[in-house]
């Protein structure tokens, strides 16, 4: 057998397992509608042992970064992205972001400081349960 045949058949049996779980995948989001059923993708980051979820990874890379070299000019440039890209339904998330982009753009490291917590103590246990594993920016 010829290199070239093998590696069709190879391909064959690989869309056709793609195909396979792609109708198993269909079938099951058919029983379980995507309000009720928890998100596989969800828990697959973020947890001790997992690589970190898109905005957590951001936040860290970002705000966390800028906020401990005191890079205010930066840090209210992420703050500002971050009021842009509000998830839906998190009613005040970009005040809040507004309001950490504003303290920065003052150098008020406790006003920062501030509209993180704010929005940490109001938002992050939803968000976790809800779009944990979706990017905002």
Do not use: I
Request: a positive charge.
């Amino acid at each position: 057998m010829n290199g070239r045949r093998v590696g069709r058949r190879f391909g064959a049996v690989v869309l056709g397992s793609w195909l396979c779980a792609l109708s198993a995948c269909r079938a099951d989001s058919a029983e379980h509608p995507a309000s009720t059923a928890p998100s596989a993708s969800v828990v697959a980051c973020g947890a001790s042992g997992q690589p970190e979820c898109p905005t957590q990874r951001w936040m860290k890379s970002t705000l966390q970064a800028y906020l401990r070299t005191r890079d205010f000019p930066r840090l209210q440039t992420s703050f500002s992205d971050l009021a842009a890209h509000a998830p839906a339904g998190f009613d005040g998330w970009s005040d809040l972001a507004r309001a950490g982009a504003a303290a920065s753009g003052n150098g008020d490291e406790a006003g920062v400081r501030k509209s993180c917590q704010e929005c940490h103590d109001r938002h992050r246990a939803r968000f976790r349960e809800t779009v944990r594993a979706e990017a905002l920016l």
